[in-house]
């Protein structure tokens, strides 16, 4: 069992950053690929990024890359996500999850999730 816990949101003008953290705890997560997702009122929870247990070629939403950076800390049991040039449609809860095995998109594929934290970009 993995537990997942977020950190690092709030509230940010349009066009600056933020920096999101994963923290996991229960087991290790240097065998577990870890992805982003994130959810404005009304909608579904849609992928962000996605990085393997090895960190190798993260993967991306279209809406974020360039902007967004993913990355991990095996050694502290940390993911992060860096968000650069923060735009009001990036208001959303996030949400750290993690699975056994590749780094996918599909959100149904992920086992563990954490509660979500909430960011707002005011434009």
Do not use: H
């Amino acid at each position: 069992q993995v537990q997942l816990v977020e950190s690092g949101g709030g509230l940010v003008q349009a066009g600056g950053s933020l920096r999101l953290s994963c923290a996991a705890s229960g087991r290790t997560i240097s065998s577990y690929s870890i992805g982003w997702f994130r959810q404005a009122p009304g909608k579904e929870r849609d992928f962000v990024a996605a990085i393997s247990w090895i960190g190798a070629s993260p993967y991306y939403a279209d809406s974020v890359k360039g902007r967004f950076t993913i990355s991990r800390d095996n050694a502290k049991n940390m993911v992060y996500l860096q968000m650069n040039s923060l735009k009001s449609e990036d208001t959303a809860v996030y949400y750290c999850a993690a699975r056994s095995g590749s780094a996918v998109t599909i959100t149904k594929a992920y086992d563990y999730w954490g509660q979500g934290i909430q960011v707002t970009v005011s434009s």
